[in-house]
Nanobody, 125 residues
């Protein structure tokens, strides 16, 4: 059974940084695709970043230049480094995994097979 457990969320001031982690069990992060999505109340879940098994990455326009997605195969964990955070980045952040590895990695949540429970990120102004 595949499980994804996010951690690293919290409260940070605007301009600050956070690193989210996604610990994966049941499958290797070295294969397939890992992604981060986020959601705020009343809105649809939106794509943030993704990384394929080959290391190909994809970012939303709002994440480009500020966020970096990566993975550590030895720890079987994915990461989202978020810098220069803004109040509009406040959301519940979800880790997702896709069995297939495609280049570039997809940005639609329908393409992802497994999801974590989410970790809350709150950015104060």
């Amino acid at each position: 059974q595949v499980r994804l457990i996010e951690s690293g969320g919290g409260l940070v001031q605007a301009g600050g940084s956070l690193r989210l982690s996604c610990a994966v069990s049941g499958r290797s992060v070295a294969s397939g695709t890992m992604a981060w999505f986020r959601q705020t109340p009343g809105k649809e879940r939106e794509f943030v970043a993704a990384i394929s098994g080959s290391g190909s990455t994809r970012y939303s326009d709002s994440a480009k230049g500020r966020f970096t997605i990566s993975r550590d195969n030895t720890r079987n964990t994915g990461y989202l480094q978020m810098n220069s955070l803004k109040p509009e980045d406040t959301a519940l952040y979800y880790c997702a995994r896709r069995v297939l590895a495609t280049t570039p990695p997809p940005s639609s949540e329908a393409d992802y097979n497994y999801w974590g429970q989410g970790t809350q990120v709150t950015v104060s102004s």
